[in-house]
Structures are given as structure tokens and as C-alpha cells.
């Protein structure tokens, strides 16, 4: 089973410029999540889509940050501006099972992630 | 504000032993608790989960310990190996949420 896909690994850019990263699902999984992983702390859940709908995106900065997931499969993060504080790793995952009882639920598979640098 | 979080940033044993490392949370709500594990360069991946009503499960290696009275967990590794370093998250979900929230890490280095 492929894993998630995640592009660009590395992005560097200067505050006030733009930057989209790309996340490619494991094949099936109905749910998916951005999440921010600044260094040395856990990651923090931006946003989280259920098909192609927002589940939840309340801890998203929307006058800087959107998200999409047009057909329910891959999803684009996007960041215009960005800040220096957005320095941190981008990670996706999805899931097969969300808000549900069942343990599977919790099995969120995770990419690599897209470290990005805010100069 | 975070609702769960781990005692010690750091952690260091040495090959053979058993690792502990312990989470602390705040939400009674949880119904789930979650270990993830994440080594350089990669995401977080999966351990082993335990519901808010039970006390202990264990998996290959690992144990996870309930707590409700003290709202603490804990994850057991046995016979830790090298390949066990990394930093280890404790994580949280409510069903009706869906999603899981992640306290900061510990970073477990196991000496050869």
C-alpha cells in the first residue's frame, strides 16, 4: 500500500511571498488532515476535510492560510502571505475511518511532510 | 490551551532496558488516547491506542497504562533497541471530534 504523498519536501521563501504544498492520500481514505508542526512541539491540526467537505477548520489562520480538496482525493495547503512564524513542517494524513467508536479511527497515516523556511 | 501533555522532554536508557514515558491530560472527555511515534524526517506513525474505559493494553513490545483518576497515561516499551529512538506523542480524540490532539514530544535516545 503506497504511503501519502506530500510535495515540495523543502520550500524556502521570504516573508509576503506564497507557497502551496500537495498531498496525495492513501487510495480510499475519506479523511484528510493538514496539520503544523512547528520545531520541537507536537503538530496542530489546521485543517480537516471529510470527502471533499470541511470538517473542521478552526484552528486554520484564514486570512493567510486555505485549503481544498476539490474532488475528495488530493488537497492543496496554500499560504499568502507567509510570516516568519509560519516557519515549520506541513504534514498531511488521512484516515479511512472518521468520528466513529472504532479504534481504527485513531490510525492516522501520515506523509513526510513539507518543511517550509520563512526568511 | 493544550490538553494533553508529556512529563519530560527527554528520555535516555540503555539498550535492553524498559522505557517509560509518561503523558498527563486534562480533558475527561477523551475517549481515546494515542501514541504516536516519529523519527527524523518523517511524520508521526501510529503505536497503539487505548479507550477511555480500560486501564492497560498492550501491543508488540509496548503497554500502554490508563490513569483516569490521575488523568495520566503512560507507554511502556520493553527491551528498548536502538531503533526505538525518536520523539514519542501522546495524542487524544473524542469521537464526535474526529480529530486527534497531539501534546509536544518526548525524545527517547537509547544508548547502545
Known amino acids: 500500500e503506497a504511503g501519502v504523498a506530500q510535495s515540495p519536501r523543502y520550500k524556502i521563501i521570504e516573508k509576503r511571498q506564497s507557497v502551496a504544498f500537495w498531498c496525495n492520500p492513501i487510495?480510499?481514505?475519506?479523511?484528510l488532515y493538514w496539520y503544523q508542526q512547528i520545531l520541537g512541539q507536537g503538530p496542530k491540526l489546521l485543517i480537516q476535510?471529510?470527502?471533499?467537505?470541511?470538517?473542521?477548520d478552526s484552528q486554520l489562520p484564514k486570512d493567510r492560510f486555505s485549503a481544498e480538496r476539490l474532488k475528495g482525493v488530493d488537497s492543496t495547503l496554500k499560504i499568502q502571505p507567509a510570516k516568519l512564524e509560519d516557519s515549520a513542517v506541513y504534514l498531511c494524513?488521512?484516515?479511512?475511518?472518521?468520528?466513529?467508536?472504532?479504534?481504527?479511527?485513531?490510525?492516522?497515516?501520515f506523509g513526510a511532510g513539507s518543511r517550509l523556511t520563512v526568511l | 490551551g493544550e490538553s494533553v501533555g508529556l512529563h519530560l522532554p527527554t528520555l535516555s536508557v540503555q539498550e535492553g532496558d524498559n522505557s517509560i514515558i509518561n503523558c498527563a491530560y486534562s480533558?475527561?472527555?477523551?475517549?481515546?488516547f494515542i501514541w504516536y511515534k516519529q523519527e527524523s524526517g518523517k511524520g508521526p506513525q501510529f503505536i497503539i491506542d487505548?479507550?477511555?474505559?480500560?486501564d492497560k493494553r498492550q501491543g508488540q513490545r509496548v503497554t500502554v497504562l490508563l490513569n483516569k483518576t490521575v488523568k495520566h497515561l503512560s507507554l511502556q516499551i520493553a527491551a528498548t533497541q536502538p531503533g526505538d529512538s525518536a520523539v514519542y506523542f501522546c495524542?487524544?480524540?473524542?469521537?464526535?471530534?474526529?480529530?486527534?490532539?497531539f501534546g509536544d514530544g518526548t525524545t527517547l535516545t537509547v544508548k547502545p
Open positions: 476535510f471529510q470527502n471533499n467537505g470541511v470538517v473542521d
Open positions: 487505548i479507550r477511555s474505559n480500560m
Open positions: 487510495s480510499g481514505h475519506a479523511t
Open positions: 480533558n475527561s472527555a477523551s475517549d481515546y
Open positions: 495524542a487524544e480524540r473524542r469521537i464526535n471530534a474526529g480529530k486527534s490532539t
Open positions: 494524513a488521512s484516515s479511512s475511518i472518521s468520528g466513529t467508536a472504532l479504534s481504527g479511527a485513531n490510525v492516522l497515516t
